[in-house]
């Protein structure tokens, strides 16, 4: 085996190390791929920040674009309508949200492992099929969907969607992870867990604008520094080995 020690690696960029495993991989040779303390929080620090801002612009922007819909469609976006409305205006949410962190993510993760293009997808995937599971549910028990959301003063039913969201994102993602990484159950956990604080910790101040802006902000905060932290200190790298 051929491991380069942290204090080498402080000294060094990230690339290094890649180039040094591809060129390994033509060997008999087994590498451990280290990272340091240093790199791994700077990673975070980007990880966190990064998604934390996607997160927050993407409510914004995903209420103009659910604007156009209705108007499309011939709506007032004041009256959610039909359940088929609800739920394709928020499965193209979803898609909105899920891209632009899927792409956000997948930038930062190529600088750490080979990370597959399907990680784009799995997203948008997991919350395009939580909306459809809900829409039909609020659809058979009449139940607004629109009214289950934090901004509407409801953000425990709405952890409570977003966590299942999160279920689905990391089940998907396992198998992206599982050839790079162990101790990938701990990032089930983590995308579960993540998303539903994002949004649990608005009730804190449901009740006033200004808090539940705030709580907003510091729950997109804490979804980033929740997946980040796993990936950098829970989970590890494992070894690449060549043919």
């Known amino acids: 085996m051929i491991a380069i020690t942290e204090s080498y690696l402080d000294s060094k960029p990230l690339f290094f190390r890649l180039f040094f495993v591809t060129c390994m991989s033509h060997q008999k040779l087994t590498v451990m791929i280290i990272i340091s303390r240093n790199e791994k929080f700077r990673f975070w620090r980007k990880w966190t920040f990064l998604n934390a801002i996607v997160i927050i612009l993407s409510y914004p922007i995903g209420f103009i674009v659910g604007l156009f ?4 469609m011939g709506y007032s ?7 088929v409305e609800q739920t ?8 909105l ?3 632009g962190i899927g792409i956000t993510q ?24 939580t909306e459809l599971i809900v829409g039909i549910i609020c659809w058979k028990l009449d139940v607004n969907r629109g009214d289950l959301s934090f901004i509407e003063g409801n953000p ?10 999160g279920l689905l994102i990391g089940l998907i993602q396992l198998p992206l992870l599982r050839k790079h990484f162990t101790g990938i159950a701990y ?32 729950g997109a905060v804490l979804y ?15 070894e690449v080995e060549s043919n």
């Open 69 to 72: 819909i209705c108007e499309a």
């Open 77 to 83: 976006i004041d009256e959610w309508e039909t359940p």
């Open 88 to 95: 394709l205006m928020l499965m193209g949410f979803g898609i």
């Open 97 to 99: 949200i899920g891209f």
């Open 106 to 129: 997948r930038i930062l993760l190529k600088k750490v492992f080979n990370v597959s293009s399907l990680w784009l997808y799995s997203l948008t995937v997991g919350f395009i099929i």
């Open 156 to 165: 425990f039913t709405h952890a409570i969607i977003l966590s299942i969201s």
């Open 187 to 218: 990032w089930l956990i983590a995308s579960t867990l993540a998303w539903g604080i994002s949004v649990l910790i608005t009730a804190i101040g449901h009740k006033y604008d200004t808090a539940v802006l705030i709580t907003y902000i510091l």
């Open 224 to 238: 980033g520094a929740i997946t980040g932290a796993t990936l950098m200190w829970i989970m590890k790298l494992k």
